[in-house]
């Protein structure tokens, strides 16, 4: 995430690993909450391993959410760096392991680390892309598509391959699905029936089985 990498498919560097080794380890189940929408802004995480995501809630209590993150990462910098409650919650979708660095550390190894700092500015600038990407979706795109591409983005991320060939398990529940693409549960059970019938996917409790990610991406170019 952080950082470009010299050679063609070698891995990115991390200007943000030696902050990591400073910072005291945590970890953090699936489900897990690892930071809290209008708490104080004492500390950033630094995501090692795992996945999470960030999500708000409307005025009637609705969660949605804003974006994925992988590892390695960093969230929760922006609040501790501007010293604001924080805008948004994030929760473990695996298990995580992180590392916890103050604000105060934070500042001082942003402000000693100018590529550090640049690529903590380049992450920021991509949320903020992807913020207004998301926005875009909600009113130009139907939800049928919607669901589709966060399904694409889901397996692409934390999907667990199966026992069969080129088979995929999601371990999401329906109404996070929903939740992802902006829709009701409602709308999104219809689709996933559609998709069920074409042979794409099968559902189980809290599971979707992602069977043709390539008639998804297709379903998705359309």
Excluded: C, Y
Excluded at 211 to 217: G, M, V, Y
């Amino acid at each position: 995430m952080f950082g470009d990498s010299e050679a063609q498919g070698a891995t990115p560097p991390d200007p943000l690993a030696a902050l990591a080794e400073a910072g005291a380890t945590a970890r953090f189940k699936a489900g897990e909450v690892i930071l809290r929408e209008g708490e104080p802004s004492t500390h950033a995480v630094l995501l090692r391993e795992g996945h999470a995501k960030v999500i708000t809630h409307s005025a009637d209590g609705t969660e949605v959410v804003l974006g994925l993150r992988g590892s390695p990462n960093i969230v929760g910098e922006l609040a501790a760096l501007d010293g604001r409650p924080r805008s948004a919650t994030v929760v473990a979708m695996t298990e995580v392991r992180a590392a916890i660095v103050t604000a105060t550390q934070l500042g001082e190894f942003l402000a000693a680390h100018p590529t550090a700092a640049a690529s903590v500015f380049h992450t920021v600038a991509a949320r903020l892309r992807e913020s207004d990407q998301r926005r875009q979706e909600l009113t130009t795109q139907p939800v049928a598509q919607r669901v589709v591409a966060r399904l694409i983005e889901l397996t692409e991320e934390i999907g667990i391959p199966g026992d069969a060939a080129g088979v995929v398990r999601l371990d999401l529940s329906q109404q996070e699905l929903a939740s992802w693409a902006g829709a009701s549960r409602e709308a999104v059970v219809q689709v996933l029936n559609k998709l069920r019938q074409q042979g794409a996917v099968s559902t189980a409790r809290r599971q979707i089985i992602i069977k043709d990610i390539d008639s998804l991406k297709a379903m998705a170019a359309d």
